[in-house]
C-alpha cells in the first residue's frame, strides 16, 4: 500500500463552522505533512509531523490545528476560517524527513463561504 | 527573486516531441525532487536525486550540483504527461531542520 489517503475530496463550510481534513498512510512512515496550494500556485508548507510530534509549524495562524493522534494518522483542525484560506490542502508523508521520497495525497479542496 | 526558478512556465508539444523543462535554484541544496501535478491535486514525485542522472521509463531527470541546475526530460510525449511539473529543493531551515522550497511549476500541453 503506497497511498496516502485524504477524506473528505471537497468541503464547503462557513466562517463560524468547525471541520477537520484526515490524513491516512499505511506505509510505515513516520514524517507526516500538511500543505496548502493556492489556485496555479506551488504548495506552501504549513506543518510536518515527525514521529508523532509537532517539528515545524511555518507561522500558519491558530485556526488551522493540526494533530497526529499516531503514527499513521493526521488531522487536520478548522474553525472560524476565512474565505481567503479556500485552497487545495495536501497531506503529504516520508519515511523519516525531507531526506525521503515523498508520497502526496490527492487533497481536500475546501471553500469558505 | 525566487529561490527555485523554473522554465519554461508553460509549454505546448506535439505527441512525441522530447520535451526539457529547467530548474535553477540560488540556494545550497541537500536534494532536489521533481513532483507531478494532475489536474484535479494529486502529486506524484517522480524523482528524488543530489547528482548525475535518474531514469525511470520515458523519463530522465538529471542534476548539476555546480551549475545549480537541474533539467527533466520526457521522451516520446504522450498527452497523458499533460500536467503541472515542479521542481523543489531541499535546503537547510532555522533550528537544523530543512525545508522543501518549491519552484512555480511548468505547466505541459501534449497535443494528440
Same mark, same amino acid.
Given at each position: 500500500d503506497t497511498e496516502v489517503t485524504q477524506t473528505p475530496k471537497h468541503l464547503v463550510m462557513g466562517m463560524t463552522n468547525k471541520k477537520s481534513l484526515k490524513c491516512e498512510q499505511h506505509? $510505515?512512515?513516520?514524517a507526516m505533512y500538511w500543505y496548502k496550494q493556492k489556485a496555479k500556485k506551488p504548495p506552501e508548507l504549513m506543518f510536518v509531523y515527525s514521529y508523532e510530534k509537532l %517539528?515545524?509549524?511555518?507561522?500558519?495562524? %491558530?485556526?488551522f490545528s493540526p494533530e497526529c493522534p499516531n503514527s499513521s494518522l493526521l488531522n487536520l483542525h478548522l474553525h472560524a476560517?476565512?474565505?481567503?484560506? %479556500?485552497a487545495l490542502y495536501l497531506c503529504a508523508s516520508s519515511r523519516? $524527513?525531507?531526506v525521503e521520497k515523498l508520497f502526496f495525497g490527492s487533497g481536500t479542496q475546501l471553500s469558505v463561504l | 527573486k525566487n529561490e527555485v526558478e523554473q522554465s519554461p512556465q508553460n509549454l505546448t508539444a506535439q505527441e512525441g516531441e522530447f520535451i526539457t523543462i529547467n530548474c535553477s535554484y540560488s540556494v545550497g541544496i541537500s536534494a532536489l525532487h521533481w513532483l507531478q501535478q494532475h489536474p484535479g491535486g494529486g502529486i506524484v514525485s517522480l524523482f528524488m536525486l543530489s547528482s548525475g542522472k535518474k531514469k525511470h521509463g520515458r523519463l530522465i531527470a538529471t542534476i548539476n550540483i555546480q551549475e545549480k541546475h537541474s533539467s527533466l526530460h520526457i521522451t516520446a510525449?504522450?498527452?497523458?504527461?499533460s500536467a503541472v511539473y515542479i521542481c523543489a529543493v531541499r535546503r537547510g531551515a532555522q533550528g537544523g531542520s530543512e525545508k522543501l522550497v518549491f519552484g512555480k511549476g511548468t505547466k505541459l500541453t501534449v497535443n494528440p
Open positions: 506505509m $510505515g512512515h513516520r %517539528s515545524i509549524n511555518e507561522s500558519v495562524p %491558530s485556526r476560517l476565512q474565505p481567503e484560506d %479556500s523519516t $524527513g525531507f | 510525449s504522450h498527452p497523458r504527461d
